[in-house]
T-cell receptor, first 114, second 110 residues
Framework: NAGVTQTPKFRVLKTGQSMTLLCAQD?????MYWYRQDPGMGLRLIHY???????AKGEVPDGYNVSRLKKQNFLLGLESAAPSQTSVYFC?????????????FGEGSRLTVL | SQELEQSPQSLIVQEGKNLTINCTSS?????LYWYKQKYGEGLIFLMM?????EEKSHEKITAKLDEKKQQSSLHITASQPSHAGIYLC??????????FGKGTRLHILP
C-alpha cells in the first residue's frame, strides 16, 4: 500500500530558484497538511487543506504557496527559494483528524537551498 | 495562537527504566495527540486523547490528559531500545489545524 508519497525525496536548490513538492495520497482523505521540521523546532504547519479546491495558512506560510486541484494531491511550491527554507518537509493526510486523531505521514523531502 | 511546550527536550535513560514526557498547552485542548518519530523517518501515530482525565495505553506506553485538558503526560514502562526516537505531542482546537510541540528526544542506553 502506497499511503502518502512525497516527491522528490531530496533536492538541492540555489537561492532564487523555484520548485514544487508533490504529496500524493491514495486513502481518499479529505484533510492534507504540509509541515516543515527543523532541528530543535519540532513540526511547524505551513499550509493545510480540508478538501479538494481548498487551502488555508498554517503557522509559517510565508514564502510558500499550495494547491489542491485534485483530492489526492497537495502541492507545495517555493517561488523564490531562500536558505531559510532549507528543511525537511513532511506531508500528512487524514480522514477526520478531530475524530480519529491519526495523521498519515509521508517519509519526508529534504530540501537544501544554497 | 496556541503553543505546545514539551519537557524535557532530551532524555537519556537506562534500558528497563521508566520515564515520563510532558506536554503543556497554552489553551484548553479539543484533542491531544502523541506521535513517535524514528530518527530520519516520518511520524507514527500512538494515540489521541480528548476527554479530561482520559488515559490510554499502547503496549508499554500510557498517556493521560488532565481534567482541565491543558496538560498531557506520556509514560513508558520498562523502556526498551525500540522506544528510542523523538516523541511529539500535537493538538487541535477544532479549527482544522493540527500543531505540534518541539519534541522530546529519547535515548535508551543498553
Amino acid at each position: 500500500n502506497a499511503g502518502v508519497t512525497q516527491t522528490p525525496k531530496f533536492r538541492v536548490l540555489k537561492t532564487g530558484q523555484s520548485m514544487t513538492l508533490l504529496c500524493a495520497q491514495d486513502m481518499n482523505h479529505e484533510y492534507m497538511y504540509w509541515y516543515r521540521q527543523d532541528p530543535g523546532m519540532g513540526l511547524r504547519l505551513i499550509h493545510y487543506s480540508v478538501g479538494e479546491g481548498t487551502t488555508a495558512k498554517g503557522e509559517v506560510p510565508d514564502g510558500y504557496n499550495v494547491s489542491r486541484l485534485k483530492k489526492q494531491n497537495f502541492l507545495l511550491g517555493l517561488e523564490s527559494a531562500a536558505p531559510s527554507q532549507t528543511s525537511v518537509y513532511f506531508c500528512a493526510s487524514s480522514y477526520r483528524p478531530e475524530v480519529t486523531g491519526e495523521l498519515f505521514f509521508g517519509e519526508g523531502s529534504r530540501l537544501t537551498v544554497l | 495562537s496556541q503553543e505546545l511546550e514539551q519537557s524535557p527536550q532530551s532524555l537519556i535513560v537506562q534500558e528497563g527504566k521508566n520515564l515520563t514526557i510532558n506536554c503543556t498547552s497554552s489553551k484548553t485542548l479539543y484533542g491531544l495527540y502523541w506521535y513517535k518519530q524514528k530518527y530520519g523517518e516520518g511520524l507514527i501515530f500512538l494515540m489521541m486523547l480528548q476527554k479530561g482525565g482520559e488515559e490510554k495505553s499502547h503496549e508499554k506506553i500510557t498517556a493521560k490528559l488532565d481534567e482541565k485538558k491543558q496538560q498531557s503526560s506520556l509514560h513508558i514502562t520498562a523502556s526498551q531500545p525500540s522506544h528510542a526516537g523523538i516523541y511529539l505531542c500535537g493538538a487541535t482546537n477544532r479549527d482544522d489545524k493540527i500543531i505540534f510541540g518541539k519534541g522530546t528526544r529519547l535515548h535508551i542506553l543498553p
